[in-house]
Nanobody
Framework: QVHVVESGGGLVQAGGSLRLSCVVS???????MGWFRQAPGKEREFVVN????????YYADSVKGRFTISRDNVKNTVYLQMTSLKAEDTAVYYC????????????????WGQGTQVTVSS
């Protein structure tokens, strides 16, 4: 069973930065990984995906230029460096594995972490 644990969320002022971490265990080979976020009353939305090696990434337009995903397969960790944070970035951020090919939609992601709260104040 693949287990995913996010951490690093917290309260930050608008314009600030935060780094989220996602540790995955129980896998045989590093899967593609993605970050999603969900605000209260909103649908869970795609943020960014990174392929197994870290050589390819795909960002939602809403975070391009502000967020950076990276991974360290030795540490089994995926990171989400968030800068220039906005109030609308406030959400629970989830990390998940993507072991099936296809679109970056919820149904194509497999194992999810418990989420970590990011709150951006202004």
């Amino acid at each position: 069973q693949v287990h995913v644990v996010e951490s690093g969320g917290g309260l930050v002022q608008a314009g600030g930065s935060l780094r989220l971490s996602c540790v995955v265990s129980g896998h045989t080979f590093p899967p593609s990984m993605g970050w999603f976020r969900q605000a209260p009353g909103k649908e869970r939305e795609f943020v960014v995906n990174i392929n197994w090696s870290g050589s390819e990434t795909y960002y939602a337009d809403s975070v391009k230029g502000r967020f950076t995903i990276s991974r360290d397969n030795v540490k089994n960790t995926v990171y989400l460096q968030m800068t220039s944070l906005k109030a609308e970035d406030t959400a629970v951020y989830y990390c998940a594995t993507k072991q099936r090919p296809g679109r970056d939609v919820l149904r194509n992601y497999d194992n999810w972490g418990q989420g970590t709260q990011v709150t951006v104040s202004s």
